[in-house]
């Protein structure tokens, strides 16, 4: 029991249910066959068949992204105690490849696994669902933040997001929190340049609005932030109102 307790994902999703004796091992098993990869190494190449696995990202962190001219436009970050590719569940193919951002560790496992969730454990798959949900509703705010915001309001929702799931796992301390990212990769998640990433660094720390001490950010101002993007943290609460009995 202890093991479990200090899994990203048990922590991830103890935020919102207490796991019961059946769901804890359960997770425990889905998280056997743990394996220790490296920054760079490629997990899916964007192809999707039914031997393809699942993985629980036990450590580290992880990109989904596609070829954009000589560039790769990062289309979602994955953070340690999050399942990599649930939202793909269903499709033929996404086109989206997968890297290992930082090195780190996964724990594949079979998609039939997700089935036996919903037929054995109702309540842990309709968290898996709820948490699902939510990760749409953060993409879809993305998504407007692309096509409408300006550059310094998109990098201001991308560190806040990053702040507010990282806290769902009990990931970094607060305000402060490790980004693994370079300037022109930050520049790939947020449709800009590394130039323009530079200079917003630049304008919120003469703002004393923000702290870098790469790879560490540090959030000075996070309620001016926060109104400025009028953000909405997707995480804090989840409604758990219609889950089946545990």
Known sequence: MEKDDRTCLVRRLRRFIELNE??????????????????????????????NPLYVLNGGWAVSWVPVGDRRQITRIYLPGEIIGLGELGAEQSGNRITMQTDGSLCPFPRARIGQAIAELPRLASLFLALAGVDQLTLRDRLVALAAWSAEDRFLHFLLDLRARLAVASVGSGNRFRVPFTQDEIGMAIGTTSVTVN?????????????????????????????????VNRYETLDTSWFPAG
């Open 22 to 51: 059946a769901e804890t091992h359960y997770i425990a098993s889905i998280e056997e066959g743990r394996q220790d990869v490296r920054a760079g190494t490629l997990i899916a190449d964007g192809t999707l068949d039914a031997q």
């Open 199 to 231: 200079k917003l660094c630049r304008t919120l720390r003469d703002r004393d609005w923000l702290e870098i001490d790469r790879p560490y950010y540090r959030l000075l101002a996070r309620e001016e932030m926060e109104r400025q993007v009028s953000f």
